[in-house]
């Protein structure tokens, strides 16, 4: 059984970082793991994604040159690090696992999320 279970999530002023963590569990890893992120009356948006096999890593647009992904293998665990955050950054992120193919950016290629973790920046 699959289970992704995020953490790290609070409340930072605007400029800080934080560290948001994924612990993956099951069989196998799959192809690569995502973080999307969804603030209230939005739609869900892609943060970024990292494959397993080679930490290959894409990024969305409004995130480029502040969030980082990367792996930890050993552990099966996927962080997101977030610096010089802002209010627009607020919302609850996710992480997900593709284990085919597909765009990306594209929510419904993944096959596993977790329940999320919230992150709020404050002004």
């Known amino acids: 059984q699959v289970r992704l279970v995020e953490s790290g999530g609070g409340l930072v002023q605007a400029g800080g970082s934080l560290r948001l963590s994924c612990v993956a569990s099951?069989?196998?890893?799959?192809?690569?793991m995502a973080w999307f992120r969804q603030a209230p009356g939005k739609q869900r948006e892609f943060v970024g994604a990292?494959?397993?096999?080679?930490?290959?890593?894409t990024y969305g647009d409004s995130v480029k040159g502040r969030f980082t992904i990367a792996t930890d293998n050993a552990k099966n665990t996927v962080y997101l690090q977030m610096y010089a955050l802002k209010p627009e950054d607020t919302g609850v992120y996710s992480c997900?696992?593709?284990?085919?193919?597909?765009?990306?950016?594209?929510?419904?290629?993944?096959?596993?999320w977790g329940q999320g973790t919230q992150v709020t920046v404050s002004s």
């Open positions: 997900a696992r593709k284990d085919g193919l597909g765009a990306d950016h594209v929510a419904h290629t993944y096959d596993f």
């Open positions: 099951g069989r196998t890893r799959g192809r690569q």
């Open positions: 990292i494959r397993w096999h080679d930490r290959w890593t």
